[in-house]
């Protein structure tokens, strides 16, 4: 167990629907990764919060947005679904509070299984 | 721009015999360098991590890696395949400087013969 728990575990919804993928990361972890993993495009690189702020950006769509709260739970919004969002989302998270540079190691949730019908 | 490659997309191996999954990297200075595994329906694993230092890591379930910074690759082995090894693998790149987001290479599918 990573500690890392993402819901739901499977998401079955219609194209042009919106969906809301949840994120608790391991306690005390300030920053949270989003990543798409799909068969066309593999692992990819979503957005990154950190601490309740937007520190980095992928290849996320605009039709993608992301928040981090201030418990520190993160939320990934896809709206507009399109058969090709259709995926596995990943949550990780990493860097504690007072985390050096040789504490860098991320942890990843089950994932959210994303089918779009 | 930053990339990872993983040369190999399936690779078949007997069990008890030797395994190696090639990796090669492309950054501005040397980044941080993991292998996860993940086996079907499930999330990520990792199996070691590469951050300085010795450049032989050992990881768990009998794997190790080699970091070669002449060949910017980060090669993952393991001397003896257990059926249970049956699993796909990513090795990944990271910087501190890039907030420590990941990008992975395309993944090594790896089937085991009884």
């Known amino acids: 167990d990573s500690g890392v728990t993402q819901t739901p575990k499977h998401l079955i919804t219609a194209t042009g629907q919106r969906v809301t993928l949840r994120c608790s990361p391991r306690?005390?972890?300030?920053?949270v990764y989003w990543y798409q993993q799909s068969l066309d495009q593999g692992l990819q690189f979503l957005i990154q919060?950190?601490?309740?702020?937007?520190?980095a950006k992928g290849n996320i769509l605009e039709r993608f947005s992301a928040q981090q709260f201030p418990d520190l739970h993160s939320e990934l919004n896809l709206s507009s679904l399109e058969l090709g969002d259709s995926a596995l989302y990943f949550c990780?998270?990493?860097?504690?509070?007072?985390?050096?540079?040789?504490?860098?190691?991320?942890?990843f949730g089950q994932g959210t299984r994303l089918t779009v019908v | 721009a930053q990339s990872v490659t993983q040369p190999d997309i399936h690779i078949t191996v007997s069990e008890g015999a030797s395994l190696e999954l090639r990796c090669n990297y492309s950054y501005g200075a040397t980044p941080y360098l993991f292998w996860y595994v993940q086996s079907p329906g499930q999330g990520l694993q990792l199996l070691l991590k590469y951050f300085s230092g010795d450049t032989l890591v050992q990881g768990i379930k009998g794997f190790e890696a080699e970091f070669k910074r002449s060949q910017s690759s980060f090669n993952l082995r393991k001397p003896s395949v257990h059926w249970s090894d049956a699993a796909e693998y990513f090795c990944?790149?990271?910087?501190?400087?890039?907030?420590?987001?990941?990008?992975f290479g395309g993944g090594t599918r790896v089937l085991v013969k009884p």
């Open positions: 990944a790149a990271s910087s501190w400087a890039a907030g420590n987001k990941l990008t």
């Open positions: 919060y950190y601490n309740g702020e937007e520190r």
């Open positions: 990780a998270s990493g860097q504690s509070f007072g985390s050096t540079e040789m504490n860098t190691e991320a942890f």
């Open positions: 306690s005390g972890d300030l920053s």
